[in-house]
């Protein structure tokens, strides 16, 4: 029998997963399997594979390391392309920076919404960095604190948040990761027409 034809979103849905109990089912199926080959019980052996490979919670596993590496490749490819756009537009015009940055990072919450707020907060941490750094470099006698407060400030009226990164001339800021979530601040950004080119 299939698990893919049991496995469906209603059923999949009706309880939450206890990860904990599904570990320990395979962690003592395979414990089971090494006491049977150490007793060289071949009969045995041979059937607790075969049990290992038709459990559910086996089953289960390998779903969930399948999902878990996807985030974390997906992750790294962002983080590499924030990277990539920092190192090539850090010593030029705050503005493209900016547009470049936003850009990258619409498109991406956009095309991954399985990324809880918990992730995303982490995310515009990590983006915090690496924009501080960028400020810190482009003005390596100045102070940390003038640097903070050259580049970041409450640019959003709508957020209160001081920690955004932006151009105090123009009024354009990076957008954060946590903003997006909501479809409500995708309204809102695409109402006052932000650039993402």
Known sequence: MSYMAIVTKETMNLKPINWLHVK???RNLKRR????????????????????????????????STFKDNKVRIISTFKEDIRSIIRRYRS????????KLNKVIFDWV????????DILKA????IFGKLFKVAKRRHPKKTKGWCYRKY?????????????????????????????????ALKVFRRNKLELI
């Open 24 to 26: 320990a089912i395979v």
């Open 33 to 64: 399997i090494l006491k049977a080959t150490r007793g060289s019980n071949l009969k045995k052996v041979r059937s607790l594979k075969k049990l290992l490979i038709k459990s559910y919670s086996s089953f289960l596993l390998k779903v969930y």
């Open 92 to 99: 030029g015009l705050i503005e493209l920076l900016i547009v």
């Open 110 to 117: 956009n095309n991954n919404p399985i990324f809880g707020l």
């Open 123 to 126: 995310l515009d941490n990590w």
């Open 152 to 184: 970041f400030g409450k640019f959003n009226p709508n957020r209160q948040d001081k920690s955004i990164f932006g151009n105090k001339e123009t009024g354009s800021y990076v957008i954060k990761c946590r903003w997006l979530k909501n479809s409500n």
